[in-house]
């Protein structure tokens, strides 16, 4: 499995970004899929999941301002963030949930106060 998280960049506090995962290997359908994000100096953190049925969850510092969906016929999962604040500032990651697969590359995302 292959996974490619793209998307991020630099924003001002109150921006938005869209980040975007592409897999391949194996499809997603069956999968539930999350977003990660692990910030300089801190351990790596779940940010959103999404179970193979469309249920979500959130975690309480994003709820309201991220929403995570999926495509399954493209095989990607995406991640759209509003308001961002300096302490969303990390490297983005996806994965499935729970996490077995191997972690693919991550996406910078860095918001300026």
């Known amino acids: 499995v292959q996974l490619q998280a793209s998307g991020g960049g630099l924003v001002q506090a109150g921006g938005s970004l869209r980040l975007s995962c592409a897999t391949s290997g194996i499809s997603i359908s069956r999968n539930g899929m999350g977003w990660y994000r692990q910030a300089p100096g801190k351990q790596r953190e779940r940010v959103a999941i999404i179970v193979a049925g469309g249920g979500t969850n959130y975690a309480d510092s994003v709820k309201g301002r991220f929403t995570i969906s999926r495509d399954n016929a493209k095989n990607t999962v995406h991640l759209q963030m509003s308001s961002l604040k300096p302490e969303d500032t990390a490297v983005y990651y996806c994965?499935?949930?729970?996490?077995?697969?191997?972690w693919g590359q991550g996406t910078q995302v860095t918001v300026s106060s």
């Open positions: 994965n499935n949930f729970p996490i077995s697969w191997s």
